[in-house]
């Protein structure tokens, strides 16, 4: 089942406007990476996370990897409108079989 | 270097037939992942091929199965389709299996009437 909690599950800001969003879990990961998706397409990949405490950024999107290894979060910053999409957090699960496990994904909508 | 495709990309399939879905990965990834994508339950992991070989596998039934060719391309069967089989597939490929940046294609659309 989803081991992963994304959150929030929707957001509505304005162009410009930082945003925040989260996955945790109870279990611990040994890789974290964040994708976007727009209609219509497959999952493009933002950012990759391999150890605890690592902060990476490309371009206006900065995540980390959480020191417990059982979180990680994405920031945007001034936001545009080209930011709309589905944004999935994705993890490899320590000792599990799965390739990657999901989060249910935060869907962003920016008001120009 | 060309991304990831999936043909076809869209599929409108009846209940007990079965239906094959082609990945060709990106040149020079020899891993190939496959992904359920539905509205209820999101991105589900079906199962990863390597050199030819199954390495890992989601909670799926036997009725998913899949294969990998020695050019690294994947096929992807469903037999028996059920209504709840209607979803997006989603291949992803990645250098190796140990290499979890993996990049996906548009998806295949299956819809089961």
């Known amino acids: 089942g989803q081991q992963l909690n994304q959150s929030p599950q929707s957001m509505f800001i304005q162009e410009g406007e930082d945003v925040s969003m989260n996955c945790t879990s109870s279990?611990?990961?040994?890789?974290w990476l964040w994708y976007k998706q727009d209609p219509g397409e497959g999952p493009v990949l933002l950012i990759a996370?391999?150890?605890?405490?690592e902060l990476t950024s490309n371009g206006r999107l900065t995540a980390q990897f959480g020191i417990t290894r059982k979180d990680s979060f994405l920031n945007i910053s001034a936001s545009i409108p080209s930011d709309v999409g589905i944004y999935f957090c994705?993890?490899?699960?320590?000792?599990?079989?799965?390739?990657?496990?999901f989060g249910k994904g935060t869907l962003l909508t920016v008001n120009p | 270097k060309a991304g990831v495709t999936q043909t076809p990309r869209y599929l409108i399939k009846t209940r007990g037939q079965q239906v094959t879905l082609s990945c060709s990965p990106i040149?020079?990834?020899?891993?190939v992942s496959w992904y359920q994508q539905t509205p209820g339950q999101g991105l589900q992991f079906l199962f990863e091929?390597?050199?030819?070989?199954?390495?890992n596998k989601g909670n799926f039934p036997g009725r998913f199965s899949g294969r990998q060719f020695s050019n690294s391309r994947s096929e992807m069967n469903v037999s028996t389709l059920e209504l709840g089989d209607s979803a997006l597939y989603l291949c992803?490929?990645?250098?190796?299996?140990?290499?979890?940046?993996?990049?996906f294609g548009p998806g295949t659309r299956l819809t089961v009437t």
């Open positions: 091929y390597f050199s030819e070989t199954q390495r």
């Open positions: 996370l391999y150890k605890a405490g």
């Open positions: 992803a490929s990645s250098v190796t299996s140990a290499t979890y940046e993996q990049y």
């Open positions: 040149s020079g990834h020899r891993s």
């Open positions: 994705a993890g490899q699960l320590s000792g599990s079989n799965y390739k990657l496990t």
């Open positions: 279990s611990i990961f040994n890789t």
